[in-house]
């Protein structure tokens, strides 16, 4: 950007030195931290490595100005002193612009539980990053200026990209100070009507997190033998791989042995490792691959649900629901618990939006029940323990022994074979040893009854309740949620001492969106009281944050224009463009002032043609360092926002309305800041009507 406005490659040697130090001081301390160099943590480097070189360029941009003004006057006074002089002009400002950037994010430190975690460290890396760019822009900047902005200065008025960009602009700032009220009429107008626009928006709380894999999860009723669950596996393992983009496929059904698996054998995890994007079939995106999957493995009575393995266990562990929607319901009888859940599948079935939805059988569990015959037990000198104890050892075996195989140890359990207790009336052909040491058939001591009752019960906060899952495609979560608690409110009534509860991410987006109600305020209150620290002045610093209505045409069109939903990526995004948006105000303000106060110290301030010049020479003549900035910004934002793979697509989110926003903002401020200046400042002049201003106040 430097060498393209400035025709100086030693200039571009100050950033380029800055920003490294920058980023690596910026380094320690997260590693005083114990945070990790993750996805997130370096994202946030990545958003700000754009704006972290503003202050450099606005700096080296301000110091050719002034080597051509001393070269121009005859190198009157020391090189040095312009150099210094180039600096003062525009380090406060730049410094509170940078520190504006990095205060506007706090309010990310203020998000909670799931949210909180994901975004802090990508918050403390953009905190840390723009604050040493502050800071060494005030130190670091001016020493590595001194050293490298030496030899001749090309004039502006010789370099073909600035003197192409200020013919181009000066009839533009000359149409908006004579029409300026309808330059800023023009400009609501088109703020207003970004207002439908992002009424249409979906909103979800985060876009998915693509890990490279994808977990298919369907749920059998309960009571699926394990031969049964075999072979239903195996084959939907099977249509998963006949599909191009699949490389493997891992099923589970059941609970793996181990403690912490509480998995019932009608729960099925598949884990589908996908090959690189690169080789998928053309056209392919993952929301067409999960559809093409879904087609080859409907089972029935078995409804799909897909997701992310690492989300999902999140997702688990947090929620209890493994699916982006849950609905719990809660009450106190399981039968009418179960029949509820049963009720809201069904409403759930006929809203736009609806994959799959599975409400859990909590009562469908088949047992069976060893009923004790005490007086025939009693007859034979039994007790109930030695019945049990024998039921036990035949039916789920015992350990008797333990073999040693170097440092392994295994343990040895001893139990009936599968021929002699696989139906009722097999075991009740186990015979029980008396204490005559008579052998009794179990049959005789105890009646053998099949009975449904719950496979698992439970409970959160003293309740019992019973979960629905849904699986939601091709529709924002808040839009679907609020269509399914309509259907469900319309065809569901529940007694007495029954409710329901909507979890899963929907939880996670209400909390969000209560928290940001309070964070984006406070961010746009932050950033104004750091703009009038700055200025010391309430007008100067509303002008600056009109830019933020501004960035907000760009921002809501290229989130419609890539069909993202608003999420908490978003705004993130939108946040963070708020410091940005607060730079170049800064910035567009500052030229205009300067030029405005270097023509009213001269004299030459007498009335509205000259106010009119002076707008012109402060924007467009000083637009090389605005389009520097700008194309900085863009620069570093771009690469993100085409930016593909793991992680890709919440950056994508944080970075769509950044890129927007400060397009926008750019231009409308390129047109409209001058035409409020202008209206601002002539309040102190005489008017000439010969000057033909039109309509202009």
């Given at each position: 950007?430097?060498?393209?406005?400035?025709?100086?490659?030693?200039?571009?040697?100050?950033?380029?030195?800055?920003?490294?130090?920058?980023?690596?001081?910026?380094?320690?301390?997260?590693?005083?931290?114990?945070?990790?160099?993750?996805?997130?943590?370096?994202?946030g480097?990545?958003?700000?490595?754009?704006?972290?070189?503003?202050?450099?360029?606005?700096?080296?941009?301000?110091?050719?100005?002034?080597?051509?003004?001393?070269?121009?006057?005859?190198?009157?006074?020391?090189?040095?002193?312009?150099?210094?002089?180039?600096?003062?002009?525009?380090?406060?400002?730049?410094?509170?612009?940078?520190?504006?950037?990095?205060?506007?994010?706090?309010?990310?430190?203020?998000?909670?539980?799931?949210?909180?975690?994901?975004?802090?460290?990508?918050?403390?890396?953009k905190?840390?990053?723009?604050?040493?760019?502050?800071?060494?822009?005030?130190?670091?900047?001016?020493?590595?200026?001194?050293?490298?902005?030496?030899?001749?200065?090309?004039?502006?008025?010789?370099?073909?990209?600035?003197?192409?960009?200020?013919?181009?602009?000066?009839?533009?700032?000359?149409?908006?100070?004579?029409?300026r009220?309808?330059?800023?009429?023009?400009?609501?107008?088109?703020?207003?009507?970004?207002v439908?626009?992002?009424?249409?928006?979906?909103?979800?709380?985060?876009?998915?997190?693509?890990?490279?894999?994808?977990?298919?999860?369907?749920?059998?009723?309960?009571?699926?033998?394990a031969?049964?669950?075999g072979?239903?596996?195996?084959?939907?393992?099977?249509?998963?791989?006949?599909?191009?983009?699949?490389?493997?496929?891992?099923?589970?059904?059941?609970?793996?042995?181990?403690?912490?698996?509480?998995?019932?054998?009608?729960?099925?995890?598949?884990?589908?490792?996908?090959?690189?994007?690169?080789?998928?079939?053309?056209?392919?995106?993952?929301?067409?691959?999960?559809?093409?999957?879904?087609?080859?493995?409907?089972?029935?009575?078995?409804?799909?649900i897909?997701?992310?393995?690492?989300?999902?266990?999140?997702?688990?562990?947090?929620?209890?629901?493994?699916?982006?929607?849950?609905?719990?319901?809660?009450?106190?009888?399981?039968?009418?618990?179960e029949?509820?859940?049963?009720?809201?599948?069904?409403?759930?079935?006929?809203?736009?939006?609806?994959?799959?939805?599975?409400?859990?059988?909590?009562?469908?569990?088949?047992?069976?029940?060893?009923?004790?015959?005490?007086?025939?037990?009693?007859?034979?000198?039994?007790?109930?323990?030695?019945?049990?104890?024998?039921?036990?050892?035949?039916?789920?075996?015992?350990?008797?022994?333990?073999?040693?195989?170097?440092?392994?140890?295994?343990?040895?359990?001893?139990?009936?074979?599968?021929?002699?207790?696989?139906?009722?009336?097999?075991?009740?052909?186990?015979?029980?040893?008396?204490?005559?040491?008579?052998?009794?058939?179990?049959?005789?001591?105890?009646?053998?009854?099949?009975?449904?009752?719950?496979?698992?019960?439970?409970?959160?906060?003293?309740?019992?309740?019973?979960?629905?899952?849904?699986?939601?495609?091709?529709?924002?979560?808040?839009?679907?949620?609020h269509?399914a608690?309509a259907?469900?409110?319309?065809?569901?009534?529940?007694?007495?001492?029954?409710?329901?509860?909507?979890?899963?991410?929907?939880?996670?987006?209400?909390?969000?969106?209560?928290?940001?109600?309070?964070?984006?305020p406070?961010?746009?209150?932050?950033?104004?009281?750091?703009?009038?620290?700055?200025?010391?002045?309430?007008?100067?610093?509303?002008?600056?944050?009109?830019?933020?209505?501004?960035?907000?045409?760009?921002?809501?069109?290229?989130?419609?224009?890539?069909?993202?939903?608003?999420?908490?990526?978003?705004?993130?995004?939108?946040?963070?463009?708020?410091?940005?948006?607060?730079?170049t105000?800064?910035?567009?303000?500052?030229?205009?002032k300067?030029?405005?106060?270097?023509?009213?110290?001269?004299?030459?301030?007498?009335?509205?043609?000259?106010?009119?010049?002076?707008?012109?020479?402060?924007?467009?003549?000083r637009?090389?360092?605005?389009?520097?900035?700008?194309?900085?910004?863009?620069?570093?934002?771009?690469?993100?926002?085409?930016?593909?793979?793991?992680?890709?697509?919440?950056?994508?989110?944080?970075?769509?309305?950044m890129?927007?926003?400060?397009?926008?903002?750019?231009?409308?401020?390129?047109?409209?800041?001058?035409?409020?200046?202008?209206?601002?400042?002539?309040?102190?002049?005489?008017?000439?009507?010969?000057l033909?201003?039109?309509?202009?106040?």
């Amino acid at each position: 950007v430097i060498v393209v406005f400035l025709l100086h490659f030693r200039s571009a040697l100050v950033p380029i030195l800055t920003l490294p130090v920058a980023v690596l001081l910026a380094f320690l301390p997260l590693r005083a931290q114990g945070l990790t160099a993750n996805i997130m943590s370096l994202g946030g480097i990545a958003v700000a490595i754009g704006a972290m070189v503003d202050a450099s360029i606005i700096m080296v941009e301000n110091v050719h100005k002034k080597l051509e003004s001393w070269e121009a006057g005859g190198r009157a006074g020391a090189r040095a002193e312009a150099i210094v002089q180039g600096l003062q002009e525009v380090g406060r400002p730049v410094f509170f612009a940078l520190m504006v950037i990095t205060v506007s994010f706090l309010p990310i430190f203020t998000l909670e539980a799931t949210e909180g975690r994901l975004f802090r460290p990508l918050a403390f890396t953009k905190t840390y990053s723009m604050f040493f760019a502050a800071l060494l822009a005030v130190t670091l900047t001016p020493a590595l200026a001194s050293w490298f902005l030496r030899g001749r200065i090309r004039p502006e008025r010789e370099h073909p990209v600035s003197r192409g960009l200020a013919r181009a602009y000066t009839p533009v700032v000359r149409f908006s100070v004579r029409h300026r009220r309808a330059v800023v009429i023009g400009a609501l107008l088109l703020v207003l009507a970004t207002v439908p626009l992002y009424l249409r928006l979906g909103s979800e709380f985060m876009p998915p997190l693509n890990e490279g894999t994808i977990l298919h999860m369907p749920t059998a009723p309960p009571g699926m033998s394990a031969t049964e669950a075999g072979r239903v596996l195996q084959y939907m393992d099977g249509q998963l791989k006949g599909v191009p983009e699949v490389q493997t496929v891992f099923g589970k059904i059941g609970r793996a042995r181990t403690a912490t698996d509480p998995a019932p054998m009608s729960m099925v995890e598949t884990v589908v490792t996908l090959k690189p994007e690169s080789e998928w079939r053309p056209g392919m995106t993952w929301e067409r691959l999960i559809a093409d999957m879904d087609r080859r493995v409907r089972v029935p009575g078995m409804p799909n649900i897909w997701w992310m393995p690492i989300q999902t266990r999140n997702e688990m562990l947090a929620t209890g629901v493994r699916s982006a929607v849950g609905v719990k319901v809660y009450g106190p009888d399981l039968a009418t618990i179960e029949r509820l859940s049963v009720d809201v599948e069904r409403a759930l079935q006929d809203v736009p939006g609806t994959r799959s939805a599975y409400a859990e059988r909590i009562t469908g569990g088949l047992f069976l029940d060893f009923d004790v015959d005490r007086t025939e037990a009693a007859r034979y000198g039994l007790t109930v323990a030695d019945v049990q104890d024998v039921i036990e050892t035949a039916v789920g075996g015992v350990p008797v022994s333990q073999t040693v195989e170097g440092r392994e140890r295994y343990p040895i359990n001893v139990r009936y074979a599968r021929g002699f207790r696989e139906d009722p009336e097999a075991l009740g052909r186990i015979l029980v040893p008396t204490p005559t040491g008579a052998q009794v058939p179990l049959a005789q001591l105890a009646r053998l009854q099949f009975r449904t009752g719950p496979p698992m019960i439970q409970e959160e906060d003293g309740e019992l309740f019973g979960l629905v899952s849904v699986d939601v495609a091709n529709r924002p979560l808040a839009q679907y949620v609020h269509d399914a608690q309509a259907a469900v409110a319309d065809q569901v009534i529940l007694p007495p001492r029954y409710r329901l509860d909507w979890s899963g991410q929907f939880e996670y987006y209400q909390r969000a969106a209560r928290r940001l109600a309070f964070v984006v305020p406070l961010t746009l209150l932050l950033v104004f009281g750091l703009l009038w620290f700055n200025t010391r002045s309430v007008t100067e610093s509303a002008i600056v944050m009109l830019a933020v209505p501004f960035s907000l045409v760009g921002a809501v069109g290229i989130l419609a224009l890539l069909g993202y939903h608003l999420s908490v990526a978003v705004w993130v995004g939108m946040i963070a463009l708020a410091g940005l948006d607060a730079e170049t105000g800064v910035l567009m303000l500052l030229y205009l002032k300067l030029a405005h106060r270097e023509r009213e110290a001269q004299g030459r301030l007498r009335d509205r043609h000259d106010l009119e010049e002076a707008v012109v020479e402060g924007a467009a003549h000083r637009i090389r360092p605005k389009m520097m900035t700008v194309c900085a910004i863009l620069f570093g934002l771009l690469p993100i926002l085409l930016g593909h793979g793991s992680g890709a697509d919440v950056m994508k989110r944080i970075a769509a309305p950044m890129v927007g926003g400060v397009l926008t903002s750019f231009l409308l401020e390129l047109i409209v800041y001058p035409a409020i200046f202008a209206g601002w400042k002539a309040r102190r002049l005489p008017a000439r009507p010969d000057l033909g201003y039109g309509n202009a106040p």
